[in-house]
């Protein structure tokens, strides 16, 4: 048996989930615009320094969770899936994750966004297991915090284990394909570690490595072993 994981922003996507969703908050009038936008903002490059903290930053992202109906948060993720991540889904992400499913793969999403907003993206690109931050619900309601160990840098290392010691039988091998530098714990970590579309930092560190660099950006499928 054959495990596969898959990054998901910047990666399976040609965008950050997270990242978008503050942005459609914001055009929805659902958060305070200039303010919401400007912290969103700041988050993104502290992520993209490698420097983000994961608490604050979900305490941030899952606030409007806490403030809003949550029937009207649900219908709003159903907009936003539709509207901002159908159309910005890697052209070559569901050959990818095609070309796995066929070879008897079990196939994987790994994310540092919380599950809230990735699960029915993952249900968009039929990826049928979902590892994602899990937020906090205590009786039936979200507190902003985060409800065990986040899937961000070395996180997604013991989210990972965790979820190969669930399966019935150890795999073979593990492929995990990734666009960041706050992956290379995992990446590392994996036996089949691929750089896609990756970031300045990831790209100096597989070419050192020696590891696959593709695009899912093309017009053809990428060649993958």
Request: net charge negative; aromatic share 8%; charged share 25%.
């Amino acid at each position: 048996m054959r495990l596969t994981f898959f990054d998901l922003d910047q990666t399976l996507l040609e965008g950050d989930s997270d990242y978008e969703w503050g942005r459609f908050l914001v055009d929805e009038a659902v958060v305070d615009g200039p303010t919401y936008a400007r912290a969103n903002e700041q988050f993104k490059a502290q992520y993209d320094a490698g420097e983000l903290d994961i608490h604050a930053y979900q305490r941030f992202v899952l606030q409007p969770l806490i403030d809003e109906p949550i029937a009207r948060m649900h219908a709003l993720r159903a907009r936003f899936v539709a509207e901002r991540i159908g159309p910005v889904v890697a052209r070559q992400a569901s050959a990818v994750v095609d070309f796995h499913r066929r070879r008897g793969d079990t196939l994987a999403i790994i994310t540092a966004t919380n599950r809230f907003v990735t699960e029915p993206i993952a249900e968009l690109l039929g990826i049928e297991h979902l590892i994602a931050t899990e937020p906090e619900v205590v009786d039936g309601a979200y507190t902003g915090a985060i409800a065990g160990t986040p899937s961000y840098r070395e996180g997604k290392i013991t989210r990972a284990r965790d979820f190969v010691a669930s399966l019935d039988a150890a795999p073979e091998t593990i492929t995990f394909y990734s666009d960041s530098h706050n992956d290379l714990p995992l990446l590392r970590w994996a036996d089949c570690p691929v750089a896609v579309d990756p970031d300045p930092r990831l790209a100096a560190a597989a070419r050192e490595a020696g590891w696959p660099v593709i695009t899912l950006r093309g017009e053809t499928m990428p060649a993958i072993d």
